[in-house]
């Protein structure tokens, strides 16, 4: 079984940055793919960005193409999400995830998630 720690969220204005982090326990980090999700207030969990375990493939969805960037340090146990030009629409909990490969069905391990809130 794996555990997932996110932190990295707070209160940020439009246009600014955040990076999020994601740290891994409990089994061998390397062997999953990770992936970000997001729920805003009065929705469901929506797939943002995934990464496959080495760090050669990597996608987003349409909505933050150009704005953020997923990265892993396999050595440090760790999956960022570097999140610039952050728009208002970009307010949700987001959750780290762990699944065997990149689609996104195929998650299986979350964290508890962190908020992030932008404001106009």
């Known amino acids: 079984q794996v555990q997932l720690a996110e932190s990295g969220g707070g209160l940020v204005q439009a246009g600014g940055s955040l990076r999020l982090s994601c740290v891994v326990s409990?089994?061998?980090?390397?062997?999953?793919?990770m992936g970000w999700f997001r729920q805003a207030p009065g929705k469901g969990r929506e797939f943002v960005s995934a990464i496959s375990w080495n760090g050669d493939s990597t996608y987003y969805t349409d909505s933050v193409k150009g704005r953020f960037a997923i990265s892993r340090d396999n050595a440090k146990n760790t999956v960022y999400l570097q999140m610039n030009s952050l728009k208002p629409e970009d307010t949700a909990v987001y959750y780290c995830?762990?699944?065997?490969?990149?689609?996104?069905?195929?998650?299986?391990?979350w964290g508890q998630g962190t908020q992030v809130t932008v404001s106009s």
């Open positions: 995830a762990a699944g065997p490969t990149l689609l996104p069905h195929e998650f299986h391990s």
């Open positions: 409990g089994r061998t980090f390397s062997a999953y793919a």
